[in-house]
């Protein structure tokens, strides 16, 4: 692979802001494609002002964290269960954001906060983890204010695996059952709704967000070569395969109902 797939991921056009970060420094903070892309696509179906306090929940090692600080200038709760908060912080530290931002580390279902603390609840490459339960958002609602905003970023299929009745083997092949959770933007819509305790503002899959993923995958066989191509070189062949027939992701906004 040539030189030009990092380089491929500078894309003013599309994304500004999210270009005006390193990309070297996203990739070795990876743990989900595209994050700063697909948080800018999402934010543009929030409102974010000047000293909210958001939750960033699986925030990871912190990039859409910094972002958040950085392009709103909110204040961060930066939440995550695999990342100890020390290590998280240090990359707050790093990029002068430590006075916005806070870590700390939480399990999505256990979470440390008293209710109704946050203007706004964000989660990016996350949220499939944890959030398909019925009875999850009327859980993370709770620490909500009344009117405030809830944004989810998380990998989606154009159909239901359910409709389907299988998983489609190119992508069965690189995660297995986790695609059963890959809902579709209609999926999430509905789940959110039915529950009265929020009003969906926003539900779509993004365009040609197969597109996306694929050039952050190929910067990844070249940011973290090896000799079989790794868990990377397995995802630009899923994304290759695909050609957009299934994969993409789901981008959804809600305010909690007042």
Do not use: C
């Amino acid at each position: 692979m040539t030189t030009t797939a990092l380089a491929a991921l500078h894309r003013p056009d599309r994304y500004p802001r999210a270009s005006a970060y390193d990309s070297a420094w996203l990739l070795d903070l990876d743990m989900g494609p595209n994050p700063l892309w697909l948080l800018e696509d999402l934010v543009g179906d929030l409102e974010l002002r000047p000293g909210m306090r958001v939750l960033d929940l699986g925030s990871g090692k912190g990039a859409t964290s910094v972002f958040l600080a950085r392009e709103f200038g909110v204040e961060v709760v930066a939440a995550d269960w695999w990342i100890p908060a020390e290590e998280a912080a240090a990359v707050f530290e790093e990029a002068r954001v430590g006075d916005r931002v806070t870590a700390v580390r939480a399990e999505a279902h256990t979470l440390p906060f008293e209710e109704g603390s946050f203007d706004a609840v964000v989660s990016v490459d996350a949220f499939e983890y944890f959030g398909t339960a019925d009875s999850y958002l009327p859980y993370l609602v709770r620490f909500l204010r009344p009117g405030g905003q809830l944004g989810v970023a998380t990998p989606a299929l154009t159909r239901e695996v359910r409709d389907l009745g299988f998983i489609p083997a190119h992508i069965k092949d690189v995660v297995g059952w986790e695609a059963i959770a890959w809902h579709t933007a209609e999926w999430w819509r509905f789940q959110w709704a039915v529950t009265e305790l929020v009003d969906v503002t926003s539900a779509r899959l993004q365009e040609d967000g197969w597109r996306d993923w694929l050039l952050w995958a190929r910067a990844g066989v070249e940011r973290r070569p090896s000799p079989s191509g790794g868990v990377d070189q397995a995802v630009v062949e899923m994304l290759e395969a695909d050609e957009g027939e299934y994969l993409t992701f789901a981008l959804v906004t809600a305010r909690k109902s007042e």
